[in-house]
Nanobody, 121 residues
Framework: QVQLVESGGGLVSPGGSLRLSCAAS????????MGWFRQAPGKEREFVAA???????SYADSVKGRFTISRDSTKNTMYLQMNSLRPDDTAVYYC???????????????WGQGTEVTVSS
């Protein structure tokens, strides 16, 4: 099975930036989509961004133009560059993996345990 571990979260001021990382270990299929989700206090977990093995990507409307998803296949690591952060970006961010971008957005095969992002002045 694939194990996913997120890192890079922390406290940042509004307008600031953070880069989250998701490292995959164990069995890592060569053609696997990965994505980011987040869960804010008192809210349901929501989709943030996804990237396929072919480098195609998609984003939630709330983060378009501010967040960028990428991956380094040689390191089995996915990244989420978050710029222009706002207080409503505060959440626990989770990475996920699945065979396709469609599946990763709906029913991921594997989840990380999350990294907390707090945007506050």
């Amino acid at each position: 099975q694939v194990q996913l571990v997120e890192s890079g979260g922390g406290l940042v001021s509004p307008g600031g930036s953070l880069r989250l990382s998701c490292a995959a270990s164990g069995r890592t299929p060569s053609r696997y989509a990965m994505g980011w989700f987040r869960q804010a206090p008192g809210k349901e977990r929501e989709f943030v961004a996804a990237i396929g093995w072919s480098a195609g990507s998609s984003y939630a409307d709330s983060v378009k133009g501010r967040f960028t998803i990428s991956r380094d296949s040689t390191k089995n690591t996915m990244y989420l560059q978050m710029n222009s952060l706002r207080p409503d970006d505060t959440a626990v961010y989770y990475c996920a993996a699945a065979p396709t971008m469609l599946v990763v957005r709906t029913r991921p095969d594997a989840w990380g345990q999350g990294t907390e992002v707090t945007v506050s002045s």
